[in-house]
C-alpha cells in the first residue's frame, strides 16, 4: 500500500525533474502551482509525469483521471494519486 508520504515525495521529485531545476524536491511546498514562478510543468510533461508516477508507485492511473479535476498544485497531483491508489486496496 502506498501512502500519502510516499506519493508526495515521488510528485516532488518527478516536479522538480521535470521543471529542470537544482533544488531539493522537500524545498517544494505541497501548495506550489506546477506552472508557477518556480515550477515549469507543461501539458506534454505532466503526461511524462503520470507515466513515471504509475511505474514509481506501481499503480495503474485510469483514461478518466482528467475528468472533471484541475491540477494546479503538487497537491492537486497528490490527492488525485491518493486517491487511485485507495480504488485499488
Request: cysteine-free; overall charge negative.
Amino acid at each position: 500500500m502506498t501512502n500519502r508520504t510516499q506519493v508526495t515525495e515521488a510528485v516532488k521529485r518527478l516536479v522538480v525533474r521535470e521543471s529542470r531545476l537544482s533544488v531539493s524536491p522537500t524545498a517544494v511546498a505541497d501548495d506550489e502551482p506546477l506552472n508557477g514562478a518556480l515550477l515549469r510543468v507543461n501539458s506534454l510533461g505532466f503526461l511524462g509525469m503520470l507515466v513515471q508516477l504509475e511505474d514509481e508507485l506501481d499503480l495503474t492511473l485510469p483514461d478518466d483521471l482528467f475528468a472533471g479535476r484541475v491540477f494546479t498544485t503538487v497537491a492537486d497531483l497528490v490527492d488525485v494519486v491518493m486517491d487511485v491508489t485507495k480504488e485499488e486496496t
